[in-house]
C-alpha cells in the first residue's frame, strides 16, 4: 500500500523568503504525485502534478516541485514567500495503472504561515 | 465554466438525523469522487462512483453511509443516523477519465456539525 508523509504539520516563512514543504511517499513503483493548496473554507485547488515526463515540475503562482525517485521525494518550492501563500498545502499519490481509478491518498497536510 | 458545486456548504444535524450532501460535478465530467477530512487530519477517499454506477467504494464506512450518481442530477452522499464522530468536511472532486494522470477538481466542501 503507498502513503505519503509531510514532514512538519506547520511551517513559518518571512515574506520573500524560500519556502519549503517536505513530502515522501512510499511506493514500490513511483506514483503519479500532486500538490493541491487549501485556503481557509475552501476546497482544494491543484498547484502541480508530475506524471513522469520532467522531473522539475512548474505549476502555479510561482511553486516548483521536484521528484526524486532515490530519496522518494516530491518537495514543494517558492524562491519567494508572499502574503497570499499562507494557506494548507497537501501532498498526494496515485498509482500507476491498476484498478485505483485515480483515488488519491493525501498526507497530513502543512500548514503555511507568512511574517511580514 | 462553472466548477464543481457542493451544497449545502454548511449543514448542521443533531445525532440521529439524516444528513445528504450533494455534489454537482463540472461540466462534461462523468467521475465523481468523495473525500472526508476530519478535524485535524488529511483528507481519505471514501467513494468513486461513475453515472449510476459506484465503482470503488473501499473508503467507505461499511453502516450508515451510502452514494449514489444517477443519471440526471447530482451525486448524493447519504449519511443516516449521523452521530458527533461524522462531524467534518466533506469534498467532492470530478474528473473527464478516470485516470491516474487525470486531474481532479475540487469543489468547496460541505462541513458537517453534529451536535
Known amino acids: 500500500a503507498q502513503s505519503v508523509t509531510q514532514l512538519g504539520s506547520h511551517v513559518s516563512v518571512s515574506e520573500g523568503a524560500l519556502v519549503l514543504l517536505r513530502c515522501n511517499y512510499s511506493?514500490?513503483?513511483?506514483?503519479?504525485l500532486f500538490w493541491y493548496v487549501q485556503y481557509p473554507n475552501q476546497g482544494l485547488q491543484l498547484l502541480l502534478k508530475?506524471?513522469?515526463?520532467?522531473?522539475l515540475v512548474k505549476g502555479i503562482n510561482g511553486f516548483e516541485a521536484e521528484f526524486k525517485k532515490s530519496e522518494t521525494s516530491f518537495h514543494l518550492t517558492k524562491p519567494s514567500a508572499h502574503m497570499s501563500d499562507a494557506a494548507e498545502y497537501f501532498c498526494?499519490?496515485?498509482?500507476?495503472?491498476?484498478?485505483?481509478?485515480?483515488?488519491?491518498?493525501f498526507g497530513q497536510g502543512t500548514i503555511l504561515t507568512v511574517h511580514p | 465554466n462553472a466548477g464543481v458545486m457542493q451544497n449545502p456548504r454548511h449543514l448542521v444535524r443533531r445525532r440521529g438525523q439524516e444528513a445528504r450532501l450533494r455534489c454537482s460535478p463540472m461540466?462534461?465530467?462523468?467521475?465523481v469522487y468523495w473525500y472526508r477530512q476530519l478535524p485535524e487530519e488529511g483528507l481519505k477517499f471514501m467513494v468513486y462512483?461513475?453515472?449510476?454506477?459506484?465503482?470503488?467504494e473501499s473508503g467507505m464506512p461499511k453502516e450508515r453511509f451510502s452514494a449514489e450518481f444517477p443519471k440526471e442530477g447530482p451525486s448524493i452522499l447519504r449519511i443516516q443516523q449521523v452521530v458527533r464522530g461524522d462531524s467534518a468536511a466533506y469534498f467532492c472532486?470530478?474528473?473527464?477519465?478516470?485516470?491516474?494522470?487525470?486531474?481532479?477538481?475540487f469543489g468547496p466542501g460541505t462541513r458537517l456539525l453534529v451536535l
Open positions: 472532486a470530478s474528473s473527464y477519465r478516470p485516470h491516474y494522470q487525470e486531474t481532479q477538481y
Open positions: 511506493s514500490s513503483v513511483p506514483p503519479y
Open positions: 508530475y506524471t513522469s515526463a520532467a522531473t
Open positions: 498526494a499519490v496515485t498509482p500507476r495503472g491498476g484498478t485505483s481509478y485515480g483515488k488519491l491518498t
Open positions: 461540466k462534461g465530467h462523468s467521475h
Open positions: 462512483l461513475q453515472k449510476e454506477n459506484i465503482i470503488d
